[in-house]
């Protein structure tokens, strides 16, 4: 269950961040034009430069992608992740679908709920 919880979470990062660069191309190619250093600003005047930064680089994707490949290691050796973690994410998961409706935050519920049942399944041993 553990390494479906960790497989779920790579893939929703990586192709966060896959969809992100296609649909924010332009705002990229601005950063790496302008030297990366400092490229997008942060005043409110930002606008789609912005926008690209928080939903890509500045999102939750890359460590979602850290965190699934981290379950993933943990399950091939036998350790369970602590309820905790499958709770706190189920909470963020749902927090952020119920604010952006619709939205496939909601799909993290499924790995939230495969650390949970790892977890107690690991318990009960």
């Avoid at 460590?63 to 309820?83: D, E, N, Q």
């Amino acid at each position: 269950m553990l390494r479906w919880a960790g497989a779920i979470m790579v893939v929703l990062g990586a192709g966060h961040l896959v969809i992100l660069t296609a649909l924010s191309w332009d705002a990229i190619a601005r950063w790496v034009e302008q030297g990366l250093w400092a490229a997008v600003p942060l005043a409110e005047s930002a606008g789609s430069d912005a926008v690209a930064f928080w939903a890509g680089a500045g999102s939750f994707a890359a460590p979602m992608i850290v965190l699934g490949c981290l379950m993933w290691h943990l399950a091939g050796r036998g350790v369970a992740v602590p309820a905790w973690v499958g709770w706190g994410l189920l909470a963020w998961w749902t927090l952020g679908g119920v604010l952006l409706v619709p939205s496939p935050f909601f799909v993290g519920v499924v790995p939230s709920v495969l650390i949970v049942l790892a977890a107690r399944r690991q318990a009960l041993r």
